[in-house]
């Protein structure tokens, strides 16, 4: 696994309440389009991950991110600025 692996198993389970369908979590998964959720509940779940690592999250920087795998990226390089 290319991404931080304990980020990563944080971020699913934070996503699970969200991923109703049960979808099996991997780092390619588009949170939004293959999670079949919408962007009030990806903010949602955004304030989640927030509020679990203490970071900030930039709009701008949120706006690129697709996968959960970008997702761990951006914590990791929130984390490090910490």
Do not use: H, W, Y
Not at 36 to 63: A, H, K, Q, W, Y
């Amino acid at each position: 696994m290319s991404v931080s692996e304990d980020t990563f198993n944080t971020l699913c389970q934070l996503l699970e309440p969200f991923n109703t369908a049960k979808i099996a979590l991997k780092p390619d998964t588009d949170i939004s389009a293959d999670l079949n959720i919408d962007s009030v509940t990806v903010m949602d779940f955004v304030m989640e991950v927030e509020d679990r690592f203490n970071i900030d999250i930039p709009l701008n920087v949120l706006s690129e991110t697709r996968s959960l795998g970008d997702l761990v990226k951006v914590v990791d390089a929130r984390l490090a600025k910490v």
